[in-house]
């Protein structure tokens, strides 16, 4: 319900803006003092506001935060620092990424746009993501590398400490027409 407010401010910034701007030119044309007031008191409002988006973390900021820190370590070649992103209670799904992640060899890893998002009513939370990243990457020390788009299914699950940790995942071409 608050999303607008703790996740992206933009909204409120463009409408304090809009009637910052509305008050300054009410006060020249009136010559009003008021006005001047009430438009400083909009600017104040205004940085309230976007400095309590700034301030507030929401899960759902701290999922892609993550999404977004896993796909620099996988760009970097990183596989023990991948590897932390999985669950270690989660057991098959970690193995079957530690015999999955060798065979590759990252040259570019960008995630190149999130379209779905679920944050489940669970204890832990949990949440699941699909996303597409552009990669460019070397499959079994093949000569050439190979450019594409992979669309990633994320299950993440928020451990002990406060950090959300992968607990399921798949991967497919967006092109194949294969959903997840």
């Not at 989660?90 to 998002?117: H, W």
Request: proline share 3%; glycine share 4%; charged share 25%.
């Amino acid at each position: 319900m608050t999303s607008w407010l703790t996740e992206n401010s933009t909204v409120p910034m463009i409408a304090g803006a809009i009637l910052i701007l509305i008050f300054i030119a009410f006060a020249v044309h009136s010559r009003e003092k008021v006005m001047l007031k009430v438009a400083m008191g909009i600017a104040v409002i205004t940085v309230a506001i976007v400095t309590c988006e700034q301030l507030v973390v929401t899960q759902r900021e701290e999922v892609i935060d993550r999404i977004y820190s896993l796909a620099d370590s996988v760009q970097r070649n990183d596989f023990a620092t991948t590897m932390d992103f999985f669950s270690d209670d989660y057991l098959e799904t970690r193995q079957r990424a530690n015999a999955e992640m060798p065979r590759y060899d990252f040259q570019n890893c960008r995630v190149s746009g999130i379209f779905k998002f679920n944050l489940l009513e669970s204890t832990p939370p949990t949440a699941e993501i699909q996303f597409n990243v552009s990669v460019t990457v070397r499959v079994d020390n093949g000569a050439e590398p190979l450019w594409g788009q992979r669309r990633i299914k994320l299950t993440l699950e928020k451990d002990e400490e406060g950090v959300w940790k992968i607990i399921d995942y798949s991967h497919s071409d967006p092109r194949s027409g294969i959903t997840l």
